[in-house]
C-alpha cells in the first residue's frame, strides 16, 4: 500500500536559517503529493502541491520538486521566520488507495528569533 | 466561506460515557472525513463520506466508534462507551473531490480527554 515517511523532528532552528524536511513515498502508479502545515491549535491547511515528475510546488516561499526518480518530494525554505513555526506533513494521493490522502507522521519545526 | 466548523473545541469525559462530536462542513463539498490525530500513531482517517453516504470505514477502530451524516451540512462521530485510549484529537476535513489535487480542508479540532 501507499506510504509516506518523513524525517522525525523536532527541528529547531534560528530564524533566517534554510529548512529541509525530507519526505520520500512509496505509491502504486503515479500520485499527486502535498505539503500540509499545522498551526498551533488548528487543523491542517494546504501548504504545497504537485502532480506529475519535476513539478515544483511553492507557497509562502516554501518550494517542493517531485522527483519520481528517487520518489521523493522534500520541503525546503531559504529563510525561515518565527511565524513558520509549525508540524509540517507530507502526504499522497493515489489510485492505489482508492485516492485517500495518506499522510506521513509529520514534523515539528520550531524557530526561535 | 466560513471553513469547516467542529464543536465543541474541547470535550472531557469520564470513562464509560458517550462522547458525541459534531462537523459542518464546508457548503458544497461532497467529500467528508473524519481523523483521528495522536502523538503515538499520528494523523489516522477513521471514515469518509461521499454525498452523505458512507464510503469507506474500514479505520474505524472498533463498533464502539460510529458515525452518520444525516444530510450535507451535518455529520457526528460517537463513541459509546468511551475509554482513556480514545483520548486523542479528531478532525472532520471536507474536499470537492477525491481526485486530483483537490484539497482537504480541515477544522480545528475536537480535543477529547477521557479519563
Known amino acids: 500500500g501507499d506510504s509516506v515517511t518523513q524525517m522525525e523532528g523536532p527541528v529547531t532552528l534560528s530564524e533566517e536559517a534554510f529548512l529541509t524536511i525530507n519526505c520520500t513515498y512509496t505509491?502504486?502508479?503515479?500520485?499527486?503529493l502535498f505539503w500540509y502545515v499545522q498551526y498551533p491549535g488548528e487543523g491542517l491547511q494546504l501548504l504545497l502541491k504537485?502532480?506529475?515528475?519535476?513539478d515544483k510546488g511553492s507557497n509562502k516561499g516554501f518550494e517542493a520538486t517531485y522527483r519520481k526518480e528517487t520518489t521523493s518530494f522534500h520541503l525546503e525554505k531559504g529563510s525561515v521566520q518565527v511565524s513558520d513555526s509549525a508540524v509540517y506533513f507530507c502526504?499522497?494521493?493515489?489510485?492505489?488507495?482508492?485516492?485517500?490522502?495518506?499522510f506521513g507522521k509529520g514534523t515539528l519545526l520550531t524557530v526561535n528569533p | 466561506d466560513a471553513g469547516v466548523i467542529q464543536s465543541p473545541r474541547h470535550e472531557v469525559t469520564e470513562m464509560g460515557q458517550e462522547v458525541t462530536l459534531r462537523c459542518k462542513p464546508i457548503s458544497g463539498h461532497d467529500y467528508l472525513f473524519w481523523y483521528r490525530q495522536t502523538m503515538m500513531r499520528g494523523l489516522e482517517l477513521l471514515i469518509y463520506?461521499?454525498?452523505?453516504?458512507?464510503?469507506?470505514d474500514s479505520g474505524m477502530p472498533e463498533d464502539r466508534f460510529s458515525a452518520k451524516m444525516p444530510n450535507a451540512s451535518f455529520s457526528t462521530l460517537k463513541i459509546q462507551p468511551s475509554e482513556p485510549r480514545d483520548s486523542a484529537v479528531y478532525f472532520c476535513?471536507?474536499?470537492?473531490?477525491?481526485?486530483?489535487?483537490?484539497?482537504?480542508?480541515f477544522g480545528n479540532g475536537t480535543r477529547l480527554t477521557v479519563t
Open positions: 504537485a502532480t506529475k515528475a519535476d
Open positions: 505509491a502504486t502508479g503515479y500520485p499527486s
Open positions: 476535513a471536507s474536499s470537492l473531490a477525491l481526485q486530483g489535487t483537490s484539497p482537504l480542508h
Open positions: 463520506f461521499n454525498n452523505n453516504v458512507p464510503i469507506d
Open positions: 502526504a499522497l494521493r493515489s489510485g492505489g488507495s482508492n485516492y485517500k490522502l495518506t
